[in-house]
């Protein structure tokens, strides 16, 4: 019966969490995220503890990105051996989200930028190396998400045709 109460306990909890503020927290990353791989581009090549900072800021908001997509919003996880959904269960409020095409593209510009630095950095300055690589793998992380998010989550086909076909384009 104690294990019973700790479940429904948790799914209150973590339902209460997603409904009051995971929502907004996946909203300010991506508009955080966007703003800093812009300032990414600037900075490029400039003051490295700027450089430095900016970085270290687009790690903790790709990283908590992730985390958002990767949240239990099912709550509960029966069989505890799964270590992995086999999709990415969104709540069905985030669907004009995830349905609009500027999401992602942030997210495939982030990845693009980065892949693109990454042999001059490799060269110059080799310190900021595994940085790059470890935000590019953290981007592709979270476009691996969306890409394996579930079919029941969009309006209708037209809107699901679209984000696939934006998914697709930007792949290309």
Known sequence: MTKMKNLTINRRVSLSFRDAALGDIFT?????????????GREFGTNSAELDLTLDSLEVCLETYNKCLTFD????????TLDEPSQTNLPTSWSKLVENPETINVLFYAVKLLLEKMPFVQQNHQAQYPKLKSLAFLGLKCLCEYANVRSTLFENKDTKGAFIGNFVQNLI
């Open 73 to 80: 919003f099912i709550a509960i996880l029966l069989n505890e």
């Open 28 to 40: 300010n990353n991506l508009q955080y995220t966007k703003i800093l791989i812009e300032q990414f």
